[in-house]
């Protein structure tokens, strides 16, 4: 006989913005099936025990939650009766508490006081009038944490098996002035390297400790204690759910191995602090932890500091740099100091919210890392230890062959003729080379660095992507021309090879934008019209920023004044700051991708366009369209050629291209204009469309000079 199956349930981990990733190798290691990102969450799927364990042992997430509904929640009255069509009975007790949280994204509910006193008024009818009794309210231990979520006016009700954020671990007793959130710290340690060196006798040194977190977290995750073993209450323990026995074992078995961690665990963990209070606080938290036999700590200033505590190890460290504790150029001077000196044989690792104190460390980080420590953005730079950087010689200039000779020629030409334009014009980002040359088959682009850039990163940087040569030419003949073209550009530019990016651009779906190409997370600050834009060289196939549709973006951003304004496959959201640079009124920007959602919000922000006036939806554009009644003043949609998303219908640009233009056409206001742009070459406009509005192609003047070479690089229109 086969064993009975083992119910399956689909869950949903909440995290802070940009943990994404790290917590989807994080759910699959702890065994979870299904696991793929959202913004600020991880889906995922697994038995009962699944959701526990993850509770127990996740050390990036801030909930778990077991989704239990989904219905349509226009108003208040379908919310109601949609709580009321779940069966309380199964979950909670008559007698019991609960509490409720909710979200509200984009819907006609947006009130969250009142959406969940209807969402309790819900509940408790139901289970007094088939008992008699009904549950109260317990918002801090509530035997049952209900999560409502209504985005688009869709509602999904979740139990919360947390119960209370997963960062509190139970060990806290004291904490500094600007904390970092447990979880946050477990982040650092990963994109620090920790979990590569904790298995060695490498040791961990925060010279700015403060309460401990970062020391605590490290000596605890080395050990292999549960990041929730110190925790009483779980949000699945009053839940009529809760598997009692199932639970036990896996507390048990947390018990063990934390037991048997501890104890083979040195004293390898070393921290230092200015302040004698925040020592004391760190030595008590760290007692509560249950790690302080493995950890030291010691009042020192960080420029005070003339011998490591270890001879090799991390130095990771969350410098005060908020709005509260403004960061200070001179102790960022003294960690690269420390870094120089007495811990040169150290890989380092430390949290800056601008680029100002990541250049006063005065290294160069190996990686950086996009983080958000509670709403502030910030970054974790990476170094690699100076005693590992060789020193280099000066750099001697290799003679060109007769090919990249020709190659340098022709870029020093183009470089010539561009330039009074370029200079006219102020333009920094811009195509210095399309292929000229038929046998160096590439286009190279030129990307010069913000003012605001980090010292390491300024100046200029080359993006270069080969065409995809014919099967008939030989690999070998394709391999020398690509390194022939990159010699003549390194020598035309005077740059070293490690500030070129080199991609094959070939036919592929469009979710290979999505896809990372590298795991650099360098982010190179640009200017466009004024504006500053973040583009990625290295980690996407494409950079962040299209330089065709710079006059594009120019056009929107001239119409653009008191306009509502819609973006449509937005992309990284760079139409959308033209248009608010413009004026717009107001700026809605749709795309299907979180990453290229998350990257256009850090555009708008660099620029000050925040809040409810600059919106950014994840959406299906079509789906979106004709479900959307809004109306607005301009609209800017530019498609891809095709996508076989997994989350959307096929898309074909020149099969589903009346469609989409008749449903932008509908939520135009009277007046309104749409720019439609495609980059498909054989794009031919239906000519059912030409009779129904009034279609104009923008020609030449959307090709600008850089691109002069390729006029078929994109198509555009104006449409009323």
């Known amino acids: 006989m086969s064993e009975p199956s083992v119910a399956q349930h689909r869950y949903f981990a909440t995290c802070p913005k940009g943990l994404e990733y790290l917590l989807v190798d994080e759910l699959k290691a702890i065994g979870a099936d299904d696991v793929h990102e959202a913004l600020a969450g991880v889906y995922f799927a697994g038995p009962i025990a699944i959701g526990y364990r993850a509770c127990l042992w996740s050390r990036l997430a801030s909930r778990i939650l077991l989704p239990i509904a989904e219905f349509a929640a226009a108003d208040d009255a379908a919310l109601y009766d949609g709580v009321q069509s779940i069966d309380w009975a199964q979950h909670l007790r008559a007698d019991g508490t609960l509490a409720v949280d909710s979200s509200l994204v984009q819907s006609k509910l947006n009130h969250e006081r009142f959406v969940e006193q209807r969402v309790k008024d819900a509940v408790v009818d139901q289970l007094r009038a088939a008992t008699g009794t009904r549950p109260s309210v317990d918002t801090d231990r509530p035997d049952v944490r209900i999560n409502l979520h209504v985005k688009r006016d869709r509602a999904t009700v979740s139990i919360d098996l947390s119960g209370d954020a997963l960062h509190r671990r139970g060990w806290r007793i004291e904490q500094g002035a600007a904390p970092i959130k447990e979880n946050l710290a477990c982040a650092v340690l990963i994109r620090a390297g920790w979990p590569l060196l904790m298995d060695t006798d490498a040791a961990l040194f925060d010279p700015l400790c403060g309460s401990g977190t970062l020391l605590i977290e490290a000596a605890r995750m080395a050990a292999d204690v549960a990041p929730g073993l110190e925790r009483d209450y779980f949000g699945f323990m009053g839940w009529l759910g809760f598997d009692v026995g199932l639970w036990d074992g896996l507390?048990?078995?947390?018990?063990?191995?934390?037991?048997?961690?501890?104890?083979?665990?040195?004293?390898?963990?070393?921290?230092?602090?200015?302040?004698?209070?925040?020592?004391?606080?760190?030595?008590?938290?760290?007692?509560?932890?249950?790690?302080?036999?493995?950890?030291?700590f010691e009042v020192r200033r960080v420029e005070d500091i003339s011998e490591a505590p270890a001879p090799n190890g991390l130095v990771v460290s969350n410098p005060p740099y908020d709005a509260r504790l403004a960061a200070d150029p001179g102790l960022y001077r003294s960690l690269g100091s420390l870094l120089r000196g007495p811990c040169r044989a150290w890989k380092a690792g430390f949290i800056v919210a601008d680029e100002a104190p990541g250049q006063a460390i005065g290294l160069r980080a190996e990686k950086r890392y996009a983080l958000y420590n509670g709403a502030i953005a910030c970054s974790l730079l990476r170094f690699a230890a100076v005693a590992d950087r060789p020193e280099r010689a000066p750099a001697v200039p290799k003679e060109l062959s007769a090919g990249a000779e020709m190659a340098a020629n022709r870029l020093r030409k183009n470089l010539k003729k561009l330039k009074p334009w370029l200079q006219r014009e102020g333009i920094t980002c811009y195509r210095a080379y399309d292929a000229?040359?038929?046998?160096?088959?590439?286009?190279?682009?030129?990307?010069?660095?913000?003012?605001?850039?980090?010292?390491?990163?300024?100046?200029?940087?080359?993006?270069?992507?080969?065409?995809?040569?014919?099967?008939?030419?030989?690999?070998?003949?394709?391999?020398?021309?690509?390194?022939?073209?990159?010699?003549?550009?390194?020598?035309?530019?005077?740059?070293?090879?490690?500030?070129?990016?080199?991609?094959?651009?070939?036919?592929?779906?469009?979710?290979?934008?999505?896809?990372?190409?590298?795991?650099?997370?360098?982010?190179?600050?640009?200017?466009?019209?004024?504006?500053?834009?973040?583009?990625?060289?290295?980690?996407?196939?494409?950079?962040?920023?299209?330089?065709?549709?710079?006059?594009?973006?120019?056009?929107?951003?001239?119409?653009?004044?008191?306009?509502?304004?819609?973006?449509?496959?937005?992309?990284?959201?760079?139409?959308?700051?033209?248009?608010?640079?413009?004026?717009?009124?107001?700026?809605?920007?749709?795309?299907?991708?979180?990453?290229?959602?998350?990257?256009?919000?850090?555009?708008?922000?660099?620029?000050?366009?925040?809040?409810?006036?600059?919106?950014?939806?994840?959406?299906?554009?079509?789906?979106?369209?004709?479900?959307?009644?809004?109306?607005?003043?301009?609209?800017?949609?530019?498609?891809?050629?095709?996508?076989?998303?997994?989350?959307?219908?096929?898309?074909?640009?020149?099969?589903?291209?009346?469609?989409?233009?008749?449903?932008?056409?509908?939520?135009?206001?009277?007046?309104?204009?749409?720019?439609?742009?495609?980059?498909?070459?054989?794009?031919?406009?239906?000519?059912?469309?030409?009779?129904?509005?009034?279609?104009?192609?923008?020609?030449?003047?959307?090709?600008?000079?850089?691109?002069?070479?390729?006029?078929?690089?994109?198509?555009?229109?104006?449409?009323?």
């Open 436 to 720: 000229d040359l038929p046998e160096y088959s590439a286009a190279i682009d030129v990307y010069t660095a913000a003012p605001s850039a980090a010292a390491e990163d300024a100046g200029i940087w080359l993006h270069v992507q080969e065409y995809q040569a014919p099967r008939e030419i030989p690999v070998e003949d394709t391999r020398r021309r690509l390194s022939e073209l990159l010699q003549a550009a390194m020598a035309v530019f005077e740059l070293p090879r490690a500030r070129i990016s080199v991609k094959t651009r070939a036919p592929q779906t469009r979710d290979a934008r999505y896809q990372k190409q590298d795991l650099r997370g360098h982010w190179l600050p640009v200017v466009e019209d004024g504006l500053q834009l973040q583009v990625n060289l290295f980690d996407y196939l494409d950079t962040g920023l299209f330089l065709d549709h710079r006059p594009a973006r120019r056009l929107l951003r001239e119409h653009a004044a008191n306009k509502r304004v819609l973006n449509l496959f937005c992309y990284t959201g760079v139409a959308s700051v033209h248009a608010a640079a413009g004026g717009a009124a107001a700026t809605t920007s749709v795309d299907l991708s979180a990453t290229y959602l998350e990257w256009a919000a850090r555009n708008l922000a660099a620029n000050r366009y925040t809040g409810e006036r600059h919106r950014l939806i994840q959406a299906d554009v079509l789906a979106w369209l004709n479900q959307n009644r809004e109306r607005f003043d301009l609209i800017f949609c530019d498609p891809p050629t095709f996508s076989n998303s997994a989350r959307a219908n096929d898309f074909d640009i020149q099969r589903d291209h009346p469609r989409l233009i008749r449903a932008c056409m509908a939520r135009l206001a009277p007046g309104g204009q749409l720019l439609f742009s495609n980059n498909f070459r054989r794009f031919r406009m239906d000519e059912e469309l030409a009779a129904e509005y009034e279609v104009q192609e923008i020609g030449a003047a959307s090709i600008p000079p850089d691109f002069s070479r390729d006029p078929k690089i994109h198509r555009a229109f104006w449409i009323r």
């Open 251 to 296: 507390l048990r078995e947390a018990i063990d191995r934390a037991a048997a961690g501890r104890a083979a665990l040195g004293a390898r963990f070393f921290g230092s602090d200015a302040d004698p209070r925040m020592i004391e606080a760190a030595r008590a938290n760290a007692s509560s932890a249950g790690v302080s036999r493995q950890l030291r």
